[in-house]
């Protein structure tokens, strides 16, 4: 309803008599809210991460990665979920593109360093993350689930990872108790440092690499954004963005070059 209001016209919303309600989720597109990556490329990405899955030769982890993967729930949220709600890829099939950076950047050092492990690099590097899809929740906005606030992704992917190693053994299938701690070590200890949140210290070359991969694309991706996001306000070729490494602001560069 329109009324006047102080000589002002004001807007009147009721839900009963003005023909408004709230939408049903399957009734909208939370593309139409949200930032999100095209439904093509988010198709793409995941190619990539069929083809790594196939290249998983430890029989144990081979079979613990298609228990996720071979779940069509797991595969959507997989798919699309943000990997945060500020900083980097922040958007619907960001934790997609962020997972799919840390993967190509531990292939590339896997290639460097022969006596890396590669199975079980992979294998942390396609799982390090899976927390987050129970951690946030999207719809109109990205928020924190329940879960994500009083758990968080580290430990949650964890026990989740923990949870399907069980059920194979149930199922009469072998994993070594030895290969469950390297791969939960890599997932408690991808943050790097205490003060980032994670549990554990690296103190496996393939958990230092997976930490640092996840350290390498987070930040590149989040510099990325905070230029676009600064070319927004300003046509200059020099602004001021707050670090909060540094507890200050700093200078970065716009321009073209």
């Known amino acids: 309803m329109v009324e006047n209001y102080e000589d002002r016209l004001q807007i009147s919303v009721n ?15 939370v593309t139409d809210f949200l930032p999100a990556l095209p439904e093509d490329r988010i198709e793409e990405l995941f190619e990539v991460v069929k083809k790594e899955l196939k290249n998983i030769q430890n029989e144990p982890l081979k079979k613990l990665v298609a228990s996720f993967f071979n779940d069509a729930e797991f595969v959507k949220m997989y798919m699309h979920s943000p990997s945060a709600i500020s900083r980097h890829h922040n958007y619907v099939g960001g934790n997609l593109e962020h997972t799919v950076g840390v993967v190509r950047l531990c292939q590339n050092i896997s290639e460097m360093y022969p006596s890396v492990n590669k199975d079980l690099l992979l ?13 946030y929740s999207y719809g109109a906005a990205i928020d924190v689930s329940d879960e994500g606030n ?15 190693i069980q059920e194979l053994r149930s199922s009469g299938d072998e994993f070594p108790k030895v290969l469950e701690h390297q791969l939960i070590h890599i997932i408690l ?60 602001k700093r200078a970065i560069f716009l321009g073209e070059y």
């Open 150 to 164: 009083f758990i968080g992704h580290i430990v949650i992917g964890e026990q989740w990872i923990r949870e399907k």
């Open 123 to 135: 294998c942390g590097a396609l799982l390090h993350d899976i927390g987050k899809l129970k951690e």
């Open 189 to 248: 200890s991808h943050h790097g440092k205490y003060e980032w949140g994670s549990p554990k210290l690296p103190k496996l070359l393939e958990a230092c690499i997976v930490h640092q991969a996840d350290l390498m694309d987070s930040q590149v991706k989040n510099y990325i954004q905070m230029i676009e996001d600064a070319k927004k306000l300003t046509d200059e070729d020099w602004t001021f963005v707050y670090d909060s490494d540094a507890g200050k």
């Open 15 to 29: 839900e009963n008599t003005g023909g408004v309600r709230k939408c049903t989720p399957n009734e909208y597109d």
